[in-house]
Every structure is written in structure tokens, then in C-alpha cells.
């Protein structure tokens, strides 16, 4: 009984402490962007409901962190409530200027565009600091680190070896260690001819692509079963494993059923596991989606690190706005994948699924937990781009329909609209809780 509930705790916390972070950025983005726009904000909220400590600042601002840390929320002078909707009073026009309803059209634009684009920033900053702590791999193929590996792997390789040719296949590249991989047989120990204190030789070491867990996709089969990165799948029903390759297609053969794994892992050396592959749906090479069987695992890693270089901050920052870009047109395509039926809609998770996923990669290190949140960043700030009534893009769509016709729309279409709003963003939400509930 323990465990689950210790579990659930964990879960929660994760989640609660990556919303807070997402949307405090979030928020400030609207507060500083406001701020420097010439709108005064009244109220930073972290969390809603009740107030449990609160600070005045010299603009007259009060920040405060609510009971219910379930978000969190900006109030600029004018607005009634925390969705920044107006008041539909009239406002002494010496103070107008400085509301957000009364500022120019720009500076409201900026404002509201503020909110998402900080998000778009702070997944930017991770990824790349990420880039800049763990380096980038040399373009020639030179051994880092070795990785730690079961007892029956022989790695006689070394750091500081550069990689010249495995078996008779000749490496260039690190994409050459793959393709060797493809071409010799499967054997437990393979020859690898490096180059070492000026001189060629050959030494004995794994398959290129060995069955070596680098990373876990959380709420998959895998995280379900328990695998973590770092562990060696060492046997598949009882049979040795040696290749990356025999795991995957292992899992595609066993089409849906359970997968018995034998697995190394460091301080607690061989454990069994069965997992159970799940049919996903995904970008097909040739566009469009295809589905296919998996666990939710990546690897293929030999057991070293490549040596890596230093990367600048602008490399970094390029590093980083390529994946948050690929994480906001990933939703994009995956969105209008499931609006035209080429994917099924299982695919839309709700709070839970994220709050689960959220506790395993919290789970599975800080790294990781680091990792999502600019992932969740990244994907928060596009859903919020969307042009739906009531989120910042709903409001920026208004704001264009003003700066094309020279007005607002009427208070009656707000009225609708913003209502029409309201019921698209309960009714996804429900719609995904109903997923995470009853989706396998």
C-alpha cells in the first residue's frame, strides 16, 4: 500500500513543480513584456485560490504564491479577473494608457504574443545548455569515455582511440558504425582496428550497435516494465542478444504480445522483465504516418562515449531553437494527423498521462526531468499559439481582426466567441482525460 501512494506523491510533485516552473515563465513573460509596454500589472500569482505569502514591489505590483499551485496567473490594472478580461467600466483616461485594454494595439499585441514566446525561450536555454554541458561529438570517430557493460562484454577499447575500421568495414564517420553494424555478423566480440599513440592496432570490443539502453520515453511499455537507460538487454526469451537490431525486431515480431527480456543493469547485474509492445502511429519516411509496434526505448550506443568538443553559446542557442522547433511542428503535424483521421485520437493524452510522464522522467534523474520540461515548454507555448478564444492566441486573432478593420469585434461576438472558447478547451480536456482513463 505504501508504494503506490509514495509513487503518486512523487507523480504529483514532479508535475506540480514543472507546471510552476512552465508557467511562471510563462506569466512573467506577459508581466516584463507588459511592463515595458507601459501596462501596470496589479497581481503576479503563482498558483490560484487563497493567498499564502505575498510582496509589494515599488511599481505597486504584488507578487504572491497561492494555495493552489496549479498554474499561476498576471492581473493588469483594468482587468477582472485573472483571464485579463475587462471590466466594461469606464476607466479614468489618465489611467488608461496603462491597463491593458487601454494601451495601444501594439503593446497589447506584444504583451499577450509575450506569454508563449518565453516558453519558446526557455525550452531554447535547456536545450541549449544541455548542448554546452555535454559537449558535441568530434566529427572523426574517437572514443571518450567507456561505459560501464555486464561482465561477458570484452571492451578493450580506450579513451582516446580513434576508430579506423570494425571487422573488414573501414569508419570515417560515426554514421559508418551503424552501417558496419548492418553488414558483419552477429558475434559477441568484434575486431576493432583503432589508432592509438600513433600506432594502428586491433583490439577486441562489442557489436557497434549492442542491445545498450540510452534513453526510456516515459509512459511506454519500457518505463512501465522498469527499464532504465544504462541498462544491456543480454537475452530475449532466453536467447542471447548482441544487437540493438534483434530488440527491435524482437518487439515487431512478437506483434502485441509480451516480450520477455533478460537485462543487465549496473550494481544489480541480471533482472527479468516482460514487456508488452503498444502500436503507435508515426511519421512514415515518405510522409504521412505508418504504425508500428514498440516499447518506447532508444539505444544502439556501443559502450563509450564519443569525444566531444566545447560548444559555443550561439551554436548552443542554434541547437536549441532546431529542437524546440521540431517539438512545435511535431504537435502541429500530430494535431492535424488526428483532425484528418490518419492517426487515431488515442494519441491526445489529458493531465494524467502528462503528470505520469512528468514523474517518470523525474524519476529517471534530474537531466531528464530537466529534458521535459523544455520539452513540455516548448509544446505549452505552441498550445497557446492557437487561435482558440480565451488562450493568447484567441486573443491575438482579435487583436489582428482589430489591426485589419480599425476596430474591435462588438462585445456581443467576444461574448460568443470567447465562450465558444471556453467549451473547445473543457471539452479537449475531457476529451484527453477520457483518453488517459481508457486508452491502452
Do not use: K
Not at 490560484?48 to 498554474?71: E, H, K, M, N, Y
Not at 555486464?150 to 577499447?157: A, E, G, K, R
Not at 594502428?200 to 518505463?223: F, K, L, N, Q
Not at 489529458?350 to 530537466?370: D, K, R, V
Amino acid at each position: 500500500m505504501i508504494a503506490p501512494i509514495l509513487e503518486t506523491v512523487w507523480t504529483l510533485a514532479a508535475f506540480v513543480t514543472a507546471l510552476a516552473v512552465i508557467v511562471t515563465v510563462h506569466e512573467y513573460g506577459h508581466y516584463i513584456v507588459g511592463r515595458w509596454s507601459g501596462i501596470r500589472a496589479e497581481v503576479f500569482s503563482v498558483g490560484f485560490g487563497p493567498r499564502l505569502i505575498s510582496r509589494r514591489d515599488r511599481r505597486g505590483t504584488v507578487w504572491q504564491v497561492a494555495a493552489l499551485p496549479l498554474g499561476g496567473y498576471v492581473r493588469f490594472l483594468g482587468d477582472a479577473n485573472a483571464a485579463s478580461a475587462g471590466t466594461g467600466q469606464a476607466v479614468d483616461p489618465a489611467v488608461r494608457r496603462r491597463t491593458l485594454h487601454g494601451a495601444p494595439l501594439w503593446a497589447r499585441f506584444a504583451t499577450l504574443l509575450a506569454g508563449p514566446v518565453f516558453n519558446f525561450i526557455l525550452s531554447i536555454l535547456i536545450f541549449g545548455g544541455f548542448a554546452i554541458v555535454q559537449g558535441l561529438p568530434q566529427p572523426e570517430p574517437r572514443v571518450g569515455t567507456i561505459a560501464a557493460a555486464p561482465p561477458s562484454v570484452v571492451n578493450d577499447l580506450q579513451p582516446g582511440d580513434r576508430i579506423l575500421a570494425v571487422g573488414d568495414i573501414p569508419v570515417e564517420s560515426w554514421g559508418d558504425l551503424g552501417r558496419a553494424s548492418d553488414a558483419l555478423p552477429l558475434a559477441a566480440t568484434q575486431d576493432w582496428t583503432v589508432e592509438r599513440d600513433g600506432s594502428r592496432i586491433t583490439v577486441a570490443g562489442p557489436d557497434p550497435m549492442p542491445a545498450r539502453i540510452t534513453g526510456v520515453a516515459p509512459r511506454s511499455a519500457a518505463a512501465d516494465a522498469g527499464l532504465r537507460g544504462g541498462d544491456v538487454v543480454t537475452a530475449i526469451a532466453g536467447e542471447p542478444v548482441t544487437r540493438f537490431d534483434q530488440l527491435r525486431q524482437a518487439v515487431e515480431g512478437a506483434q502485441g504480445g509480451s516480450v520477455d527480456l533478460t537485462v543487465w543493469r549496473e550494481g544489480q547485474g541480471g533482472l527479468d522483465l516482460t514487456l508488452t509492445p503498444r502500436l503507435s502511429d508515426l511519421p512514415a519516411e515518405g510522409g504521412g504516418f505508418e504504425q508500428r509496434w514498440l516499447i518506447g526505448v532508444t539505444g544502439g550506443e556501443s559502450f563509450f562515449t564519443a569525444e566531444t568538443r566545447r560548444a559555443g553559446p550561439f551554436e548552443a542557442l542554434r541547437i536549441g531553437a532546431v529542437q524546440t522547433w521540431g517539438i512545435i511542428t511535431s504537435s502541429l503535424l500530430g494535431m492535424w494527423a488526428m483532425v484528418t483521421g490518419q492517426i487515431g485520437t488515442c494519441n491526445l493524452g489529458g493531465a494524467i498521462s502528462i503528470a505520469e510522464s512528468t514523474g517518470q522522467a523525474a524519476s529517471a534523474g534530474g537531466a531528464n526531468f530537466l529534458w521535459w520540461i523544455a520539452v513540455l515548454s516548448a509544446a505549452i507555448g505552441f498550445l497557446n499559439l492557437l487561435p482558440i478564444p480565451v488562450l493568447d492566441g484567441g486573443h491575438l486573432m482579435f487583436y489582428a481582426y482589430e489591426a485589419v478593420a480599425g476596430r474591435p469585434p462588438s462585445d456581443r461576438i467576444l461574448n460568443v466567441l470567447t465562450a465558444a472558447g471556453m467549451a473547445i478547451v473543457l471539452t479537449l480536456m475531457v476529451f484527453g482525460l477520457t483518453n488517459d482513463l481508457l486508452c491502452p
